[in-house]
């Protein structure tokens, strides 16, 4: 069955630092990867989404990077974080089709201070 | 950008009441329609496709609807339960473009 992790779970991060934060999907090949941003009082954001290696599209111009080194990782990065950035942060995954259903990984919760 | 309104956005019932809830959407270039369930401390987890036009489908007491034409659905529970309790997002996309969330409507089952 196919998994996917993402860590850390959550992080406390003072305004100019960088940030990583890590997503992997086991069991599943080629999936279609996303990055979402829930911020407080809104919807789920789409950020960042990929359908294979190296492939990134990105749905919102902010001081956020993603990138796809391997198939089944996705990497959300950040030179220098705003306070802005303060949120709920979700990787997921899917098969290739509009109609596949995305599956979830358990968030970051990102503080920024 | 494509805007996906839910309504209510939150929304009080008793346990054993039924309820439903709106999610609309543009009809133009529609391909489907997603529906999710979002518990406090869990991940959102899949609950419905739906591509077609009157599209019906259902899972244990909650089922949806799909009118791609008027460009909406509607969510029900039957019977809440205090287990129900959650935030449902319904998504929409256009082919392989990306889905677009809605704000989602927020449930809660007072036992």
């Keep these: 069955s196919q998994t996917i992790h993402q860590w850390p779970a959550t992080l406390v991060q003072p305004v100019g630092s960088p940030l990583s934060l890590e997503c992997t999907v086991e069991g599943t090949s080629n999936p279609n990867l996303y990055w979402y941003r829930q911020a407080a009082g809104r919807g789920l954001q789409l950020l960042f989404y990929s359908v294979g290696i190296g492939q990134i599209s990105s749905e919102v111009p902010q001081n956020l990077s993603a990138s796809r080194p391997q198939d089944r990782q996705f990497i959300l990065s950040s030179k220098k974080l705003l306070l802005s950035d303060s949120g709920f942060y979700l990787c997921a995954w899917s098969l290739t089709g509009g109609s596949q259903p995305q599956h979830f990984g358990d968030g970051t919760r990102l503080s920024i201070l | ?111």
Aim: a neutral charge.
């Design chain 2, 1 to 111: 950008i494509l805007n996906v309104e839910q309504s209510p956005q939150s929304l009080h019932v008793q346990e054993g009441d039924s309820t439903n809830f709106t999610c609309s959407f543009p009809s133009s270039n529609f391909y489907a329609l997603h529906w999710y369930r979002w518990e406090t401390a869990k991940s959102p987890e899949a609950l419905f496709v739906m591509t077609l036009n009157g599209d019906e489908k259902k899972k244990g007491r909650i089922s949806a609807t799909l009118n791609t034409k008027e460009g909406y659905s509607y969510l029900y529970i039957k019977g809440s339960q205090p287990e129900d309790s959650a935030t449902y997002l319904c998504a929409r996309n256009s082919g392989n473009t990306p889905l677009v969330f809605g704000k989602g409507t927020r449930l809660s089952v007072i036992a």
